[in-house]
């Protein structure tokens, strides 16, 4: 014994001593121990693992050297609590020693498994390295039952114990202790033996000489002090929950990698390590690295340091490449190559293996994985192979190998589809499902069992499932979960009864067992921690409740505290739910919006952008709601890593299309970002400053842009594009430098998608910005005379037809169209053709008209059909003088698409096929004027960025709806009701509909009776139309009407009603209440409706399901329903609204009123409410407020007669006083501007 050894036992004797005699302080520190400076106050969940190569023992001569070098490396280890130490090989050759020193001793019956000679340690530094780190981890009192005699511990006795925190002496105390199993155990539970006076007790069946970490319950310690004590009672735990729990350093883990790459790929934590480290004698200072103001190491979950050998990190790498790449040149015949040329006919032959007796697992194994192989790859097998290769695989169920009836489970699965009989193996399967806690098949068996599974026999493996869900092994429970979610379509009542073990699944978080087996036990091998269980779990249990509205309510209130859930993914559906049940009910709009803003600063990166993008993502989020959000958002715009700046960027954009005013304080920030690296995110940074921008900023951004249009992708490309487009209808203003951008990029190369984006811009500018009008035009025309898509070609010529002859100078656009004639493709030729005739049809210019004439004459000759054609009924029509025929050319009116696509989808999905007897009739669908089509296409392209729905419901009638299909939508329900009221007899003599209104709800939708009104106007006539829903259960209502009562009966007079005879329950009925106007067809009365519903109740007969004989009357008041004056006007585009403006004041009327508008929280707020009450068409880009404070908003529209309407608002805001306007209404009418402010 040395002297130092000498000194450091004295040492720690004195230490004890202390301690015993109660002298030490209780804040001494025994520094006996390498790890007494680590003092815990909390768990802890991160990690830190090392990898070092084996070869670093190599070099030293002796065994005693190499054993001291390994102790020196597990207590420097231990000093700083490292969790993982990973011994990989760096492929450096070493010598194995023939020679042996005076003090190695042989071992009897000991015969070295690598080769003939004796064992000396040297041959595998591997080996040695991970055995003797092993060995000093593992505490001394279980070293003699885990460790065998073996040369590599010849000398270990030597080295200094570690005395780690789980290193306890029989009189030290922790609720925690490791403990190996012994033999004789009874069928009560197993002994442990723990250094205690008496083995622990625990009461599971392990098998002996198991290393397991323990658990001491509550009166183990009395136990052991009392010596007539005879049980000690622990519960296994995962060697993981010292540390997670208690915040105790618990040893570490050893594995062994085969090479460098295998430390990563077989790295034992779920999402692998998050963070590395290389170290280097040719890498920079870590000093230097992170020094303070440089950059800083971000936070880790698990950190990975990597230490090369005597030759350096970089050799190991090169190694590995090396051996990479000869492995790719070597052709392998045994291996995947064999697979490639797997066909079903060889594969059924090669079946005939599955009869063979013995079975052979290994062959087979290799049989069945071709099989899945084909099933993963679209082939199907017949019913009959299919079912003679289900016979031959069930026989495999005789072998107990683990691994092929993990196969065999996963085969009967993919062939339950289509083999018949495959029922006969349930009870067999059923076996497997509740095999031993290590069967690696149960998961497999668990999901093969619920396809073979039919409605009927669900109750059967009721037991089984319910089982299953809450294992205590994360793949059986995960298997389980999702089987059940399968089988939730086919037995739903039977899998909602296992609600309550669903719930205890996903409030606890799965692991393994706690124990290990064989050699690695001495190494705590740490439990597979899963929380994929608790979302899987949640993921059921919303099925279960979909449709409970208060229990899903108390599933994310319950689940959605703090520390209830850790899977992130888990979180995500309670973000989802939450943001959906605050869209739905707004009396949980405000719990659910807390808990969403908890999630905001929720650890997970992946949660706070979920919970950013649903709150972003609401309809009629305020800007409060939103703040917190956006906030968190531009954080990670500065984030080090570029995949938050991307999810970040993305979301603020999209936000930023419908609330610019918001995203503007991210706008420094967004800024830094246009010069990143990273492509992507520059140019989501550009157009996010597009479209948050001003005019000011407008010339400034559009230099940046063009300085990257050369280095990005097609598909950024029209994303900037399209920002731009947006940005030329806010603001028309800055249309010259945009136009000439736009220009630009049109002659640069690019895919036709790109050239159409480009082109649908100016289209847009020519459209909504007049004074763009002839420079966009120029421009496209030189851009045809090089254009190689035709389809653009054809678009381009038919805009000049219908924009070229209403310029000033229409005939310079003749040349541009006629040189298509002579050099385009027939396709081409016959568009240039009908916009040539354009030009012709209804001029007024002789001149101009002959011109046309002669170049037309010459198409005659041309070698296409199509072209010949077009030109013989243009010159045909150009000889007509009618004005019949400049109406049908210039065609003013189209028809609505979206009704016209309706009509189209219920006449070729309809029911009945007698229907196809006759022709769809297009007569039936309405017309709009170009004006009126113009302005909902401008409402549409501002407003079609953002989805605003979010939903989990997977139907497809409840995905994700943009505002676009919002509006589609309500437009839809508007032509359906015009085209039900056009059906009524009574009805059809009014003429057409002029103008329908909007749905308006004179109820709650919770109330016994939903009511909800749309108003019809006819020229002499106005038809209110009611849909009554019945929600009583078990109660008919018969002769339903409504009897609606005019304010002002002076002007309106009731003509009918048409009630509805029979209304049931949930089943909504329609009722008609016809008023005549009594001031004739151009009056525009203004009255409040009284609406109180009269029918009779009658209720069901419970035994015979039929309504009562007799009822009683009864009636029910709803709201009333106000007749404005903003119901007689319609949204129509103007270029030009001074202009406009100028010409109805000077010949019409005009009214104003200065208004205090109270519940609006800001300008935009304001400005959306004022376009959607006075149902006027906002112009000039007036609608999205640039200033805070101030806004002017411009509006026109045409009244049902024909009359513009033009209105002119001017609002102030401040904190005080709210939102001030102005509002000035001019009218060709002279009752109008008095009614559109009595609207607001």
């Known amino acids: 014994m040395g002297k130092r050894e000498t000194h450091i036992k004295k040492r720690k004797r004195s230490s004890e001593a202390k301690t015993s005699n109660g002298t030490s302080k209780a804040t001494e520190i025994d520094t006996t121990k390498p790890t007494a400076v680590f003092q815990p106050k909390k768990g802890r969940e991160w990690t830190v693992s090392v990898a070092l190569p084996g070869s670093i023992i190599a070099n030293a001569q002796s065994q005693e050297q190499k054993t001291a070098l390994a102790g020196n490396i597990a207590r420097a280890l231990s000093v700083f609590c490292v969790d993982e130490i990973v011994i990989f090989s760096d492929g450096q050759p070493h010598e194995v020693s023939s020679k042996r020193t005076s003090k190695q001793t042989s071992f009897p019956n000991h015969q070295d498994d690598r080769s003939g000679n004796e064992y000396t340690g040297c041959s595998d530094p591997d080996h040695f390295l991970v055995h003797l780190l092993s060995y000093l981890e593992t505490p001394p009192h279980l070293r003699k039952n885990l460790f065998p005699l073996h040369p590599n511990l010849r000398i270990a006795g030597t080295l200094h114990s570690l005395d780690l925190p789980h290193h306890l002496k029989p009189h030290e105390w922790c609720q925690y202790r490791e403990g190996v199993t012994l033999s004789g155990s009874d069928q009560n539970g197993t002994y442990v033996e723990a250094g205690l006076s008496i083995p622990v007790t625990v009461r599971e069946q392990i098998p002996p000489n198991t290393r397991v970490t323990l658990k001491l319950l509550p009166g183990a310690k009395e136990a052991n002090d009392n010596s007539s004590s005879e049980e000690i009672l622990a519960d296994p735990v995962s060697p993981n929950e010292p540390r997670q729990e208690g915040g105790y350093y618990w040893g570490y883990h050893v594995r062994r990698a085969g090479k460098l790459s295998d430390v990563f790929t077989e790295c034992i934590f779920d999402h692998g390590y998050d963070v590395t480290i290389g170290t280097s004698e040719r890498g920079s200072d870590i000093e230097t690295i992170f020094s303070e103001g440089e950059q800083k190491i971000e936070k880790f979950s698990h950190l990975l340091i990597v230490i090369g050998g005597v030759s350096g990190l970089e050799v190991a ?519 040539l005739a354009k030009f012709g049809i209804g001029q007024k210019d002789a001149e101009v008209k002959r011109s046309v004439t002669v170049l037309l004459t010459r198409c005659l000759d041309d070698l296409d059909d199509e072209v010949r054609d077009r030109a013989a009924i243009n010159l045909r029509l150009m000889s007509q003088s009618d004005d019949s025929i400049i109406r049908f050319v210039n065609n003013e009116n189209t028809y609505a698409l979206h009704s016209f696509e309706h009509q189209l989808v219920m006449y070729v999905t309809a029911d009945d096929k007698s229907l196809f007897a006759s022709p769809f009739d297009i007569s039936t669908i309405p017309l709009v004027s170009k004006e009126q089509a113009d302005a909902e296409d401008r409402t549409k392209k501002l407003t079609s960025i953002t989805p605003i729905v979010k939903t989990l419901d997977s139907s497809p009638e409840k995905a994700v709806l943009s505002r676009t299909q919002i509006a589609a939508s309500v437009l839809v329900a508007i032509q359906k009701s015009q085209q039900e009221l056009m059906l009524i007899p009574e009805i059809k003599p009014f003429g057409d509909v002029l103008k329908t209104s909007s749905i308006v709800e004179l109820t709650e939708s919770e109330t016994e009776y939903v009511v909800t009104a749309v108003k019809h106007i006819f020229k002499e006539h106005i038809v209110i139309q009611y849909y009554i829903k019945n929600t009583l259960q078990d109660t008919v209502l018969e002769d339903v009407s409504v009897v609606a009562t005019p304010s002002d009966e002076d002007e309106l007079e009731e003509d009918f009603i048409i009630p509805v005879t029979k209304l049931v329950t949930d089943v909504v009925g329609t009722v008609y209440v016809s008023f005549k106007k009594l001031s004739g067809e151009m009056s525009f009365p203004a009255s409040s409706f009284t609406n109180v519903l009269k029918f009779t109740t009658k209720e069901i007969d419970p035994s015979t399901g039929e309504p009562e004989e007799t009822g009683y009357d009864d009636e029910y008041q709803v709201e009333d329903l106000e007749l404005v004056g903003s119901d007689y006007v319609i949204p129509a585009l103007a270029g030009n609204f001074n202009h406009i403006w100028e010409q109805v004041g000077a010949s019409g009327e005009e009214a104003e009123e200065t208004l205090q508008l109270s519940g609006m929280s800001s300008i935009a707020d304001a400005t959306e409410q004022l376009v959607k009450t006075l149902c006027l068409q906002p112009l000039e880009g007036t609608d999205i407020p640039v200033n805070t404070s101030t806004h002017t908003l411009k509006l026109f529209g045409k009244t049902i007669t024909g009359g513009r309407v033009a209105v002119n608002i001017r609002m102030a805001f401040s904190t005080k006083s709210g939102i001030t306007s102005k509002i000035v209404v001019r009218a060709d009418e002279e009752s109008i501007p008095t009614l559109i402010l009595a609207s607001v």
């Open 317 to 835: 790498g090169w190694i590995l490449f090396k051996s990479y790449k000869m492995s790719y040149s070597k052709k392998n015949e045994d291996g995947d190559a064999a697979f490639l040329r797997v066909d079903r006919t060889s594969v059924f032959q090669e079946a005939r293996l599955f009869n063979s007796s013995p079975i052979q697992p290994r062959r087979c194994r290799v049989l069945l994985t071709k099989i899945a192989l084909l099933l993963y790859t679209g082939e199907r097998f017949p019913v009959n192979e299919a079912t003679t290769l289900f016979f031959g695989i069930s026989k495999l169920f005789q072998n107990k190998d683990a691994s092929l009836r993990q196969m065999v489970h996963l085969i009967i699965k993919e062939l339950a589809n289509s083999a018949e009989d495959i029922i006969m193996v349930t009870s067999t399967i059923m076996k497997d499902t509740g095999g031993g806690r290590d069967a690696i098949y149960r998961p497999n068996a668990i999901r093969a069992l619920c396809r073979i599974i039919d409605a009927s026999t669900v109750q059967s493996i009721e037991r089984v499932m319910k089982t299953a869900i809450v294992d205590k092994t994360p793949s059986v429970s995960s298997a389980a979960l999702v089987s059940s979610y399968h089988l939730l379509p086919i037995a739903r009542d039977v899998v909602r009864r296992w609600q309550s073990e669903t719930q205890e699944a996903a409030s606890s978080v799965k692991s393994s067992s706690g124990y290990s087996l064989g050699f690695s036990s001495g190494s705590q091998m740490p439990a597979n921690n899963s929380t994929m269980t608790q979302y899987h779990a949640i993921g059921l249990l919303y099925q279960m409740r979909l449709n409970d509205r208060m229990a899903l309510v108390k599933m994310v209130q319950q689940f959605g505290a703090p520390g209830a859930i850790k899977s992130p993914a888990a979180i995500l559906i309670l973000v989802r739910l939450a943001a959906q049940l605050a869209e739905e009910d707004q009396q949980l709009r405000k719990p659910m919006m807390q808990l969403l803003d908890g999630w905001l600063r929720h650890k997970s990166e992946m949660v706070n952008f979920e919970a950013a993008k649903a709150i972003c993502d609401m309809r009629d989020v305020t800007d409060a709601e939103v703040t917190q959000s956006i906030h968190v958002l531009q954080m990670f715009l500065t984030s080090p890593r570029a995949v938050s700046k991307f999810a970040a960027i993305r979301i603020l954009h999209n936000f930023a299309s419908f609330k610019p005013n918001v995203v503007q304080p991210c706008n420094p920030d967004i800024e830094l970002l246009i010069s990143n690296s990273n492509r992507s995110i520059a140019t989501y940074a550009i157009t996010t400053l597009l479209k948050t921008g001003n005019e000011s900023s407008v010339d400034r951004l559009m230099k940046q842009i063009s300085g990257f249009m050369t280095d990005i992708t097609d598909e950024f490309k029209i994303t900037i594009v399209d920002a731009i487009r947006i940005l030329c209808l806010k603001f028309p203003s800055k249309q010259s430098g945009m136009l000439t951008f736009l220009s630009g990029i049109l002659r640069d190369e690019g895919g036709f998608e790109f050239k159409r984006a480009v082109v649908e811009s100016m289209f847009d500018l020519i459209k909504f910005v007049p004074d763009s009008k002839e420079d966009a035009l120029a421009h496209l025309c030189e851009f045809i005379e090089d254009c190689e898509f035709t389809k653009l070609a054809v678009r381009i010529l038919h805009l000049l037809g219908l924009e070229g002859p209403k310029t000033s100078q229409p005939t310079k656009y003749i040349r541009y169209i006629y040189n298509r004639v002579v050099l385009e493709n027939a396709i081409v030729r016959a568009a240039a053709v009908t916009a």
